[in-house]
């Protein structure tokens, strides 16, 4: 913490960016890779820990100590270590139980997470892994049997050359360039590749909001198309798609195969392989891939731009949408590691955010400020942004009352206009004269409302980052 604070100096110091960087890989880090000991801690220990974040946050934002302990968490982007500590206890166990199915340890876990959760923490620090599984609704998931390779799959000698040929975009960011040129480029190259003794696929793969997910690909005249499992990724259903491609190809002896693709993290994962997760699906493109290369056929991956108008791919994508809402599955995939990982990271994220609407509820004034003041959306200031002045502006987002407010001494008069205000925040922006450019002219409804806890939505709806950071840089807010 020490080190924390000499870095947080306001004239020269670090960004909040370093400063979050280095809070979460120099002292965080501690209670991650303790993670799985800190699962029985009673409630005193425990907030002994949130005490040191809590300090961390105040440091990193500039915040005095009594601000708001929720309104810290949010504007820092970071969730209580206890949930912090429950998400790393999660991917251990996921890592334990999916790699290392073998030991006795992941059978008992595995036992574990199938019965009633224990309702208050234990000695046992086995019952407490499978009572927080259960509290972050991932036990179905973990107890799964592992992630097993495709029947038949046999991993390549190294000396074997690679089984597809594969085009990416010819820019690094493809998706900022125009669509026309984007369709352009796709039609050349899909015009290039074609000849006629090949076999042509357009793939694709969706999710819907729901959670249900589909699969196709398109040939010729031909489309077929699956109804893939619950809570599958979008990258999974593109990679069933480019599957059912290669399986329709080896069952109709096809020697020359083209598979177009828009998503272009597939085509890296086929690229430079790795079994990290999603073992089933890779060894089984692998595998059908092997046995086309071994009858002498070329298989050919080519990305293609999405939604820019490109017949194959637009045919597909709508095969594939229309794919999720049939009735059956089809095509059983369970949920990759990666798409978990995601899911409780969303779920850690609505959880903090519960929290915090809570005490909005209770009617915490400083709480209601800042989810008026902010819609729980993170500040994006420019990265040359000086850290003195995101400190100044986090006044403005936080909402905190002045030290002169809590002890109910006379109020210190405004540094820019000299008038008095038992509520200096609200002064600066609804009345100072040096802050007229943050106010909507003329005032709106909420404005003449006297309900001063909405003047933060106005400055917030009518007033845009550049003209905030130059104001409170020439006229510095209350503190």
Known sequence: MAA??????????????VLRTFYIHAIRSLVDYSAICLTGLTPPVS????????????????????????NLRMEGGLPSLARRIALRVVLITLQLVQCRPHLPVSALLKQLMCRQPAQAPQRD?????????HGLGAAENLSQDPDSPFPGYAESPPWDPPLFHIFGPSEAKPRSSFPALLCQEGLSRVATLALPDSAVYFTDGSVSSDGSAGAAFV????VESWRLSQGVSAFQAELAAILGALRHAHHHHRHRVIIHTDSLSSLQRLRFFSLRDNIFLLTAIYTFASLLVRRGADIILHWLPGHVGIRGNELADGAARAACSLPDITFP?????SHLICTLNATIGRQSI??????????SRSATWYAIATSYSLLSPPPS????LLVRLRRLRLGFPGYRQIIGAEPDPCTHCLASSMEPLIHYLLHCPATTMLRPQPATALARSGDDLWMPLEVKECAPLNILLQTVRDYPPPQ
């Not at 924390?4 to 960016?17: E, T």
């Not at 040939?219 to 031909?222: A, E, F, H, Y």
């Not at 942004?385 to 003195?388: A, E, I």
């Open 125 to 133: 620090w086995a019952r407490n892994t499978a009572a927080i599984v």
């Open 47 to 70: 907030q002994s820990l949130e005490v040191i974040q809590n300090d961390a946050l105040r440091v990193m934002l500039g915040a005095p100590r009594w601000t708001r302990v929720v």
């Open 354 to 363: 519960e929290d915090h609407r809570l005490w909005v509820t209770e009617g």
């Open 4 to 17: 924390l604070r000499y870095l947080s100096r306001r004239s020269l110091g670090a960004s909040f960016f």
């Open 385 to 388: 942004t000086p850290n003195y």
């Open 333 to 337: 995939l369970r949920p990759g590691p």
């Open 219 to 222: 040939s010729d005249q031909l």
